[in-house]
């Protein structure tokens, strides 16, 4: 189905009016039920209207609610309902959304493809009010553009009841969101299941898609067990024309702009708008539609004098006798008296004492202040504004903290909060004035190579919101050294658990399997998920977070990058972590998805073994590098012989072997040949499910594809307790390759 504006008709039902001063074209009707119309729209006749493009005609529907539409229709698509049309430059809509229903037993019983067209006319979607967003377990949303041949899309999982929160809406856990690209007059949303919607059905029927403003949306609208069907607010955004400001007045007899207002630029940067001049309100698209106002009445702007009312503005002046700007002061002229000599001389040096110290705090501030514009530009400031104003970053989601505050939170950054130190900053431990504990990050003086490499994680976190990725609060650029501010994970990295073990919390297989599964989530989030395509680069357990449940956090952004799809990572040099970077990567400088596949192939080994990536007590012989280590005791047969003993102790066998061979497959010399992180996430969610037959079933059919037989064949040490082969060929093709 297609929606068209003007070109079908616009159901409005009754609504509080858009504006008060908002006007209709003397001798036009204004409201159409109770919703206002104002110029350049106009209902009845067409000469109400500035043009066919804002011609709308005023009826009654069946049911006696009021509706517009244009003459000329060219389609029978159902109406949909105009809550709000606003001078500024918006028009807000009702809009159904797409869906896809199932029954229990997982077929599909209902779905609906939803689609907006807006026509030729001065109307396009605000990229800047919608949010495109997704609803329901198991759920695929794609939203496409035949425009801007534009295609993106999210998807959202769960396999239990979630509630749906205003509080903390959409993590990717029952919801999901992406932002649309400026300028779109044309969108098309499907929804679709991702996989195994048979098993959520009984509290989740539906999934749906759909566009709607972020001021109106509460997500706990939607629960998971909503089959009801009803519209979203959407906001489009018009223009009189599509024309600069420059180009308008120069034809005098088009120009909008009525008298005491002035041509101005929507938010979109595309065509015009109108504005009354400063002190004057109304309708500026109305020859006289912009009326001076009285400052004067209502509340004083002149609180110490008399206030004056003038066109367009208004005056305040001092009483008889007092001198100042009569706003907010008026002093008393005075005549000095001299009493004395000594009364005289002691008033001069205190007044030159209080003028020397008036002069001595301005010369500070704007020496603070020229201070932290240098800071700001030299710390990719200029460059954060850049990515701003291209329109391709969400601005509400990166906050600039004060430098005060970053100072005071953390004790002027004292060594004794330092929670860590890495290649590019150290981490400092800090309370904000509302009680809320974050983590500081001080980077390290940065040269123009590195300025993008630093601004780019700023760029890239505020974009991301992921129960499993560490969630960025702000930056502060104003200091000498640029500050990151992210929130608190208390419990260290997953490296420290594995290295330097914690007696009275060590790392279970149950744990260390969640993990694993956590992290291949993000990393398929990241890659597949989100809005555009990142690849994080340097994927090691150092860089795995534990919170205070020891859930996984991925963190360090900052050698990340976003791609398109389609398209590789190709740099001169190389970035990344000894022993965890991709073989493959190293020898072409062309970074894949797979060579973040590759990274958490080692970390899947050291979870299995608790050693490091990179040993020198190991032999030559035997490898230093732990991956290749680890593929050397897999070819022998002799897994177990390397694992680390509370993996032998409590895993599965089943199991153990299994995630053996995904991390196998992970570490294959030829990327092509590794699973995507869809494919890990799907074998490392099934290997916890195993208790579940068919899931058992699953397992096994592949453990025989991939491990081969036999399946009982020994290694003469440790690995003949359990009585499993591990034998296999590094040319074999990769774990679980299609689905």
Request: charged share 20%; net charge negative.
């Amino acid at each position: 189905m297609w929606v068209f504006l003007p070109m079908v008709v616009l159901s409005l039902w009754p609504v509080a009016a858009s504006t008060a001063r908002s006007a209709a074209k003397p001798g036009c009707q204004e409201k159409c039920g109770n919703v206002s119309v104002p110029y350049p729209f106009g209902i009845l006749e067409p000469s109400c209207a500035m043009n066919d493009n804002f011609f709308l005609n005023c009826t009654s529907n069946d049911e006696g609610h009021p509706e517009l539409y244009v003459i000329d229709m060219t389609t029978d698509a159902s109406s949909q309902s105009i809550s709000n049309i606003e001078l500024e430059g918006t028009v807000t809509l009702r809009i159904c959304p797409a869906f896809r229903c199932y029954n229990k037993t997982g077929i599909q019983t209902d779905s609906f493809t939803q689609s907006i067209n807006l026509g030729s006319g001065p109307f396009m979607l605000s990229d800047t009010r919608n949010i495109f967003t997704a609803t329901g377990c198991n759920t695929s949303a794609r939203v496409t553009s035949n425009e801007f041949t534009y295609e993106a899309g999210c998807l959202s999982f769960c396999t239990e009841y979630v509630e749906m929160s205003d509080a903390n809406p959409c993590s990717g856990s029952g919801c999901c969101q992406t932002s649309i690209p400026k300028g779109l007059k044309s969108l098309c949303y499907v929804v679709s299941s991702a996989y195994y919607n048979s098993s959520v059905t009984d509290f989740n029927p539906c999934g749906f898609a759909f566009l709607a403003d972020k001021r109106s949306l509460k997500i706990s609208d939607w629960p998971l067990s909503r089959t009801a069907i009803y519209g979203t607010d959407v906001v489009i955004e018009w223009v009189v024309e599509n024309k600069t400001c420059e180009q308008a007045k120069a034809n005098t007899s088009a120009y909008a702009c009525g008298a005491n207002a002035d041509c101005t630029y929507p938010v979109s940067g595309q065509g015009y708008l109108c504005s009354c001049n400063k002190g004057f309100e109304g309708n500026p698209y109305l020859k006289e539609g912009c009326q001076d106002i009285n400052e004067c009445e209502g509340k004083d702007p002149c609180q110490e004098g008399t206030c004056t009312n003038t066109i367009g503005d208004y005056k305040c002046r001092c009483p008889l006798g007092k001198h100042g700007d009569g706003k907010t002061r008026c002093t008393g002229i005075g005549i000095i008296t001299v009493i004395s000599g000594v009364g005289v001389g002691f008033g001069a040096i205190l007044f030159l004492f209080i003028g020397l110290w008036w002069v001595y705090k301005v010369f500070k501030r704007k020496r603070c202040e020229k201070l932290k514009k240098k800071y700001f530009k030299r710390n990719g400031g200029l460059l954060l504004q850049e990515q701003l104003s291209s329109g391709e970053v969400n601005v509400e989601k990166i906050k600039m903290f004060p430098s005060k505050e970053l100072d005071k939170a953390t004790d002027h950054y004292n060594a004794n909060r330092t929670l860590g130190q890495g290649g590019q900053g150290t981490v400092y431990k800090g309370m904000l004035a509302d009680g809320k504990i974050v983590a500081v990050k001080k980077s390290k003086v940065i040269d123009e190579g590195n300025l993008r490499q630093f601004i780019n994680e700023v760029v890239l976190l505020s974009q991301i919101n992921h129960r499993n990725v560490v969630k960025l609060l702000g930056c502060c650029l104003e200091t000498e050294l640029p500050l990151l501010v992210y929130e608190f994970i208390p419990n260290g990295t997953l490296f420290q658990f594995l290295h330097d073990p914690n007696e009275e919390f060590p790392l279970t297989w149950e744990i260390r399997l969640r993990i694993a599964t956590e992290v291949a989530g993000a990393l398929f989030y990241l890659h597949s998920a989100a809005s555009i395509a990142i690849f994080h680069r340097d994927i090691k357990s150092a860089n795995i977070l534990l919170d205070e449940k020891y859930r996984a956090k991925v963190a360090d952004f900052g050698t990340s990058r976003s791609v398109s799809v389609d398209q590789t990572h190709v740099t001169t040099l190389v970035q990344g972590t000894l022993g965890y970077l991709d073989p493959e990567y190293f020898q072409s400088s062309q970074f894949t998805d797979k060579s973040d596949v590759y990274s958490f192939g080692v970390v899947l080994v050291e979870l299995l073994t608790g050693q490091k990536p990179i040993s020198f007590t190991r032999s030559e012989e035997q490898g230093r590098s732990l991956a290749t280590y680890f593929l050397m005791a897999m070819e022998s047969n002799c897994l177990f012989d390397i694992l680390d003993p509370l993996v032998v102790e409590q895993g599965k066998k089943e199991d153990v072997v299994m995630v053996a061979s995904l991390a196998r497959s992970c570490l294959r010399l030829n990327g092509k040949e590794r699973p995507t992180m869809k494919e890990v996430t799907m074998v490392l969610e099934r290997i916890q499910k195993s208790d579940n037959l068919i899931v058992q079933r699953e397992i096994e059919y592949d453990r025989n594809e991939v491990m081969g037989d036999p399946w009982d064949a020994t290694c003469p040490s440790t690995i003949s307790s359990f009585g499993i082969s591990v034998s296999s060929s590094l040319d074999e093709k990769p774990l679980f390759h299609t689905y």
